[in-house]
């Protein structure tokens, strides 16, 4: 550990600490501030998404934990700023609420800390530890260990309830050919013992650049054909049966319509098998297309000029009410 020959009498210490235990690394930072401080603050950041991979653990979650080796300590919370001197200026503005004008303060902090980021008006110390953890391996250590307890039961309900509801935005494409008169479905294997058909699609990727981007990608892994003219159709809810009775969580598509250039459809990925189909009316009248993209079809013959539009007048004004 480093040392100092003149102490300050307050200590704030500035971290996530988002691991279900403190470590050693984390207990050498806090007790070496104790040593020198008559008094402690640990300010907590906070990211604005909750339970996430990065930010898995609430303010009061990592508060609870911190009392139980330290009870006196002072702890607080700070939310993640876009720009770091606002963030700075929260910090030091959080600080000045708990202490007396007389009183010395040190910001301290380990390694890859907050030290590089703050632009306040606080005297820094960085703390080299003795022994070095990775809170991002703890969590990916753990993620996937179920325990068989109450309480890690009831944790799991907890991060169910205390996130954001979700909707989860999908790309869906209509592979038309040149002449606008076949449209390539394909069916997974359960459409294919059901006799149904489906578009082209799957859930954007996080790697994707934009909406567009991730259709091509689709087109490619499932049907590796060479597309162009990718046109945005509509966006639209669509009534998954795997969300339908999820109050938490939704499907968005994006559609698209493509012009199919040449190649046989290979299917692969999700599809079990492709076909191209008449591009008319009948898909809707025939029942082989799957429940929820039957709209979708139908705003693909619509956009086409060859099917009445989905929306009635009397929709549109509701709309626009």
């Excluded at 603050?41 to 653990?57: E, F, M």
Aim: charged share 30%; net charge negative.
């Amino acid at each position: 550990m480093t040392t100092k020959t003149q102490k300050p009498n307050v200590g704030v210490v500035v971290g996530r600490f988002q691991v279900p235990q403190l470590h050693e690394g984390h207990l050498e930072l806090l007790n070496a501030v104790q040593e020198e401080c008559t008094k402690v603050i640990i300010v907590l950041g906070s990211a604005h998404p909750i339970n996430t991979r990065r930010d898995p653990l609430d303010f009061k979650s990592r508060e609870l934990m911190l009392r139980t080796d330290f009870p006196e300590f002072t702890i607080v919370s700070i939310k993640d700023k876009r720009d770091d001197r606002l963030w700075s200026m929260d910090l030091d503005e959080i600080i000045r609420s708990l202490i007396n004008p007389k009183d010395s303060v040190m910001l301290y902090g380990g390694r890859d800390s907050f030290i590089s980021h703050y632009k306040g008006t606080f005297p820094t110390r960085e703390i080299e530890p003795t022994i070095y953890y990775s809170g991002t391996q703890i969590r990916e250590e753990l993620w996937d260990k179920s325990i068989n307890s109450v309480e890690f039961r009831s944790g799991v309900l907890w991060a169910a309830y205390n996130r954001y509801p979700t909707t989860f935005p999908t790309i869906d494409i209509g592979i038309i050919d040149a002449e606008g008169k076949q449209i390539i479905l394909g069916a997974k294997y359960d459409d294919a013992v059901q006799g149904l058909w489906r578009l082209p699609g799957g859930f954007v990727d996080i790697t994707d650049k934009n909406f567009i981007s991730a259709a091509k990608r689709e087109v490619k892994e499932e049907l590796g054909l060479e597309v162009e003219d990718y046109q945005y159709v509509a966006d639209m809810k669509v009534n998954d049966w795997r969300y339908r009775d999820q109050s938490d969580a939704k499907i968005h598509t994006i559609l698209f319509k493509a012009k199919h250039i040449f190649g046989a459809p290979r299917p692969a990925d999700d599809l079990y098998k492709a076909k191209w189909f008449d591009f008319n009316y009948d898909l809707i009248n025939k029942n082989i297309l799957v429940p929820a993209h039957i709209d979708l079809v139908r705003v693909l013959l619509e956009d086409s000029g060859q099917f009445e539009s989905l929306f009635t007048e009397e929709d549109m004004k509701e709309a626009f009410k």
